[in-house]
């Protein structure tokens, strides 16, 4: 899981931070509500864990941000405002989850649990991103390092499949039927033309090469940020 915790309390967000690192997750902290609020916005997150009294911007002024920009990343208020006021108001701006201080840690990590697996089941994914290349699933837009690419409806197809599939090798036969819907082989070099059409438009004009081809095997989408 990727996690982004909002805390000002440096013991607290040690603590935290501590648990979920051990159990192999990776979490950034923000101790102030404006450095908070800039990281949810600008970099993707499983889930927000978010302190109410923050420096800044309180915790609830963060989420209320968020939703309405259509953000709906789970959130969890990690907060000492305990009443049922307090809890009803978070939840009123958009809150998934409401945890009073003090709290046991492995409730902590259930609860952030079941918020990601319940995303992932009633969340249809609309948006798809491997190193800065950016795919807009509903908007059907193209972009890498912020810069627009002009793809052709297949072109966008392709990549959206390799993206779907980032770090691992997609074989001819697999794109074959699943992005030309041929449950043959026509005997054509069709993919090697799309490959090459595609290669160009997302990784020609930039020092990282994405797309690589895996002789033998077929081809695959690789993040130089991360261990494939």
Do not use: C
Not at 24 to 37: E, F, R, S
Not at 57 to 77: C, F, M, Q, W, Y
Request: hydrophobic share 40%.
């Amino acid at each position: 899981m990727q996690i982004l915790l909002i805390e000002d309390d440096q013991s607290v967000a040690s603590f935290i931070e501590q648990g979920f690192v051990e159990r192999g997750h990776i979490l950034t902290h923000a101790a102030t509500g404006i450095d908070g609020l800039g990281l949810a916005k600008d970099e993707d997150y499983d889930v927000l864990i978010v302190d109410r009294m923050l420096p800044e911007i309180d915790g609830l002024s963060i989420i209320e941000a968020l939703r309405k920009e259509n953000d709906h990343t789970p959130v969890l208020v990690l907060s000492a405002l305990g009443e049922v006021k307090d809890r009803i108001d978070g939840l009123k701006v958009g809150a998934d989850d409401y945890l009073v201080k003090p709290f046991d840690f492995e409730e902590l990590y259930t609860r952030v649990e079941v918020l990601v697996r319940r995303r992932d089941i009633d969340t249809p994914i609309t948006r798809l991103k491997v190193a800065d290349l950016e795919l807009d699933l509903l908007a059907h837009e193209a972009k890498r390092a912020g810069q627009k690419l002009l793809l052709q409806p297949r072109e966008f197809r392709l990549l959206e499949y390799l993206m779907r599939h980032a770090g691992q090798i997609v074989s001819r036969t697999m794109l074959l039927e699943n992005v030309w819907d041929y449950h043959f082989d026509p005997q054509t070099n069709v993919i090697d033309v799309h490959i090459s059409r595609l290669r160009q438009k997302i990784d020609k004009d930039f020092d990282e090469q994405l797309l690589q081809t895996v002789r033998g095997s077929g081809y695959v989408l690789n993040d130089p940020d991360k261990d494939v």
